[in-house]
């Protein structure tokens, strides 16, 4: 009996209802029918039909509840007009109108109120005037839902999965039936109508409200989410706590996403939180990029699982989760709110849910003083369980102005900045996926620039804006591919030209074509180490003259996972991992790793660095492109002309900044 419902809409130490002297008087009841006349929800003619049936009917109904079974208007509407015209009935005269107290009771109970400044619901249960369920009955005349006696229900089980179990639970709802779009829900508490927006958010169906006794709620709970009722034991711990937002301790930074509450808060429907402040899930997205930027993710993963969503942040190139505090699971429970957040703010069709969306949206960030604008682009998918987003985080900070700051071993950067100079030729910059070349592109151009000269860029897509460049996306559904902007740029008269990917024949001809009539070009290919970029533009049919007279220089590199400069500690790779990685160490150094700390989320790494070769053929390579040798005759002369990545890979197992583990995990992704 201490789960007392929290239903009551009259608070304590309201004026008596009785005082009112609305009891019996059908005036007060013709003015909500003139209400909604005048708001236009309903006609004359309707109202007065609902009158006659609440004349006709055996036991009292609210007008307002007849107009709803009658589809004149709707719940909302009907509530909606209520709170803004005060017009809620008073539960006690309502239980008075029920007949589940006398007028003598009701007196005695609101004398009780003022004393002891106690919802009048509960000291007439105390008193043992009215029972939950009488109670309960007259709520739902004062809310106009419907009471059911859940235990007389058969629950469709179906249901559970529109519904995360941990929301369910802590806001005590269980769902009952689904009638096409429409799903009714038994809520213990259904003044609660920032919940019932989040569950038509999340759902995706309208919701129809229904209650029942606490006792019969917690037990269809327990029947139709039994996992949840028992102690976890698969060491995956099930939240206890309410899922509250909690906001992030202790963070110095402070974001002005100034563009995204004010959208936001757009959105809210007009007598959201009316009756709860505190239940809307403004600020969260707010909150999920915080972290993920002062984490420097480069990604953040949302993906639809079962009853929720799984939240993980691509940091270091790794997909991991991290602690949230709480905030992972009021989003899990809030999903579909979540996901319309994010439509709003990327410009997306909210109503779309079936089809794949792109969009971006940008925000500003004040951090140390300084403001920085950074662009997020958005890209949602439909799938099994519901919605997925990613969300790319383009955060300028992080931005190499030059090739120094790229973080090449010394040999490697100044050869490339002395390939730098050259006003005519193709450098190129190959790798894998993910291997940070457009990164590697941008700081190069960097260096380059200076208002004597024009750059012109086709990339795809613009990642990073540049106010020196002149920068041109790719749109294939325009037919604006890099072979049409680089004919296209020859007419511009540029200095230097970035061509974001060399993947086709026209565009590879092009670049070569280009960087022979007076032009330097900078792109990038796809390969593993330099030397490949030979065969590969053969493959594209580059002319082997062509690539003989224009190829300045090769690139190669590879992004490897730096160990926690804060937990690093002497360790003994396994014997495996030196059997098949060994020829890469020649001597016997120190191994290091990072045993975990707060501070590489335990993963025992923490940033990134760039492992790198060069080859810059020299007048025997080219000999030998030119008069098409064989491969394995052009790449041994051309291991004299490369400064390799071995070297590199051996220097930093030297220094301790990466392991045997870590350059494991490259030699997979690569394979
Ligand atoms: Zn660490």
């Given at each position: ?320 989760g991290l602690d949230l505090a709480g905030l992972d699971e009021t989003l899990a429970s809030t999903r579909g709110k979540l996901m319309s957040r994010l439509k709003i703010l990327s410009k997306l069709d909210i109503a779309e849910r079936r089809r794949p969306q792109d969009g ?286 071995a070297e590199d890979v051996i220097d930093k197992l030297k220094q301790g900044r990466t392991n045997l583990e870590g350059l494991d995990e490259v030699e997979q992704e690569v394979g």
């Amino acid at each position: 009996m201490n789960s007392a419902p929290r239903l009551e809409l009259e608070p304590p130490g309201a004026p008596p209802s009785v005082r009112n002297g609305s009891l019996g008087r059908p005036g007060a009841v013709l003015r909500l029918g003139d209400l909604l006349v005048s708001e236009s929800l309903a006609t004359q003619a309707q109202v007065q039909k609902a009158l006659h049936v609440q004349d006709s009917s055996k036991s009292y109904m609210p007008l307002g509840h007849i107009l709803i079974a009658q589809k004149v208007i709707t719940r909302r509407q009907l509530t909606s007009v209520l709170v803004r015209h005060r017009r809620s009935a008073k539960l006690g005269q309502l239980l008075v109108k029920a007949k589940a107290v006398t007028s003598d009771e009701l007196a005695a109970g609101l004398k009780e109120q003022r004393r002891t400044q106690q919802l009048l619901g509960q000291i007439l249960l105390q008193l043992k005037h009215i029972t939950e369920e009488q109670l309960r009955r007259a709520l739902c005349l004062q809310l106009h839902i419907h009471f059911f006696d859940l235990d007389t229900l058969v629950l469709d089980t179906s249901l559970k999965a529109l519904i995360n179990p941990c929301f369910a639970e802590t806001r005590l709802l269980v769902p009952v039936a689904r009638v096409r779009n429409t799903l009714v829900v038994a809520m213990d508490d259904p003044t609660r109508t920032a919940v019932i927006d989040e569950l038509r958010s999340s759902t995706g169906l309208e919701i129809e409200v229904i209650t029942s006794t606490t006792a019969s709620i917690r037990r269809a709970l327990a029947q139709l989410y039994p996992e949840r009722q028992q102690p976890s034991s698969n060491g995956r711990a099930l939240p206890t706590k309410r899922c509250e937002p909690s906001p992030i301790a202790g963070e110095p930074h402070v974001i002005k996403f100034e563009e995204l509450d004010r959208l936001s808060e757009d959105l809210a429907p007009v007598h959201n939180d009316v009756l709860r402040g505190s239940e809307g899930t403004s600020g969260m997205v707010r909150q999920l990029l915080t972290v993920a930027i002062d984490r420097g993710a480069s990604d953040i993963h949302l993906e639809a699982v079962d009853h929720g969503i799984q939240i993980r942040f691509r940091i270091d190139g790794v997909l991991q989760g991290l602690d949230l505090a709480g905030l992972d699971e009021t989003l899990a429970s809030t999903r579909g709110k979540l996901m319309s957040r994010l439509k709003i703010l990327s410009k997306l069709d909210i109503a779309e849910r079936r089809r794949p969306q792109d969009g971006s949206f940008r925000a500003r960030l004040e951090r140390d003083g300084q403001t920085t604008t950074v662009d997020f682009r958005v890209s949602m998918i439909p799938g099994y369980y519901g919605e997925s987003a990613v969300i790319r985080i383009l955060d300028p900070r992080g931005l190499p102005q030059s090739v120094d700051a790229l973080g090449l071993r010394e040999p490697v950067a100044a050869r490339l900045r002395q390939l730098l100079c050259s006003s005519t030729g193709l450098i190129l910059v190959t790798g894998p996926t993910g291997s940070g070349k457009s990164t590697t592109l941008f700081g190069a151009l960097r260096s380059i620039y200076h208002p004597g000269i024009k750059i012109l860029t086709a990339e795809n897509p613009i990642e990073y804006v540049c106010d020196g460049f002149r920068q041109h996306e790719v749109n294939d559904q325009l037919g604006n591919t890099f072979a049409r902007y680089l004919r296209s740029f020859l007419r511009h008269d540029p200095d230097v030209i970035m061509v974001g990917e060399i993947r086709d024949s026209e565009t590879a001809d092009l670049a070569f074509r280009a960087a022979q009539t007076g032009h330097l070009v900078l792109s990038t290919l796809h390969t593993n180490d330099a030397i490949s970029a030979l065969p590969r533009l053969l493959d594209l049919g580059v002319d082997a003259n062509l690539i003989a007279s224009s190829l300045l220089g090769v690139l190669s590199q590879r992004l490897v996972r730096e160990v926690c400069s804060e937990c690093r500690e002497p360790a003994t790779p396994s014997p495996e991992l030196l059997s098949t990685l060994l020829h890469l160490a020649s001597s016997d150094f120190d191994w290091y790793r990072g045993r975990g700390c707060g501070g590489c989320n335990y993963t025992g790494y923490r940033g990134r660095m760039v492992l790198a070769e060069l080859w810059t053929p020299n007048d025997a390579d080219i000999m030998l492109i030119n008069r098409g040798a064989p491969f394995a005759d052009i790449s041994k002369s051309a291991q004299k002309t490369t400064l390799p990545m071995a070297e590199d890979v051996i220097d930093k197992l030297k220094q301790g900044r990466t392991n045997l583990e870590g350059l494991d995990e490259v030699e997979q992704e690569v394979g």
